[in-house]
């Protein structure tokens, strides 16, 4: 059954990269002043993903690789509280 759109899951703080693209030449006001990677990541307990920014090296990208959030230093309850995305190398 689908729920209403507004009604919040709880969903956890990592997943899994479904989709991914990288970006040599970051442009002015994105997340990192660095090559990264964009990337899809179902949250585990979600039904879709979410583009945000990977950091990892492109080497050790894979669709299907587990990671988690970075929060940001300060926490506001925005989008913006998830600084990025990292590799999980447990």
Known sequence: AQLPADDLVEVGS???VTSWSWNQVP???QPF???FA???VQLDGADTALLHALDAPADQITTGMRVRIRWADET???IKDIACFEAIND
Request: glycine letters at 20%.
């Open 14 to 16: 990592e997943g899994v």
């Open 27 to 29: 442009r002015l006001g």
């Open 33 to 35: 002043d660095r090559p």
């Open 38 to 40: 964009w990337a899809l």
């Open 76 to 78: 506001t309850g925005y």
